[in-house]
């Protein structure tokens, strides 16, 4: 990882038919029917934000926890290198049928078009490398598959 790249992640869900989720300040949005992933930084604890944002029943904080509330997160990865969120959902929604929807979700903190993609099909961790790298990341080691301490796999951790 390069001194002081930013500590990024991917939080992924599924939205199963088009519903409308009230979102705090952004209020009521539609989300339409697909896969979403949302992306975060954090300086300290990023294995800690991750896992918060699995997790259920806790405080509705960020964006992103009125989403996972209704659509609980089905997969992570932990991404280093990449110059920063702002610049990892921009790659991310460079890639073939994905875009940032809705516009300004979990950007509170900056002026960027937001930090959830909408994509056409379930990533593959190959996509987030591929977006990464488009981010400035190196090509090894970008991307790592998160799973909660003490499990083996994050789809263990979720049944």
Request: glycine share 10%; with cysteine.
């Amino acid at each position: 990882m390069k001194v002081g790249a930013p500590r990024l992640y991917v939080v992924l869900t599924y939205v199963p038919r088009r519903t409308t989720v009230p979102v705090g300040a952004l209020g009521p949005i539609v989300f339409e029917r697909g896969w979403y992933a949302y992306l975060g930084s954090a300086a300290k604890a990023r294995r800690a934000r991750v896992a918060r944002h699995l997790a259920t029943g806790k405080p509705l904080r960020w964006h992103a926890d009125y989403l996972f509330t209704v659509f609980p997160a089905r997969r992570a990865w932990l991404v280093d290198g990449a110059a920063g969120e702002c610049e990892l959902a921009g790659a991310l929604a460079a890639l073939p049928g994905a875009a940032r929807r809705p516009h300004g979700f979990g950007a509170g903190d900056c002026r960027c078009a937001g930090h959830l993609v909408r994509l056409p099909r379930r990533p593959r961790r190959r996509d987030l490398a591929v977006a990464a790298q488009a981010a400035g990341a190196s090509e090894h080691g970008a991307v790592r598959r998160f799973a909660p301490r003490g499990y083996r796999t994050f789809s263990h951790f979720c049944k």
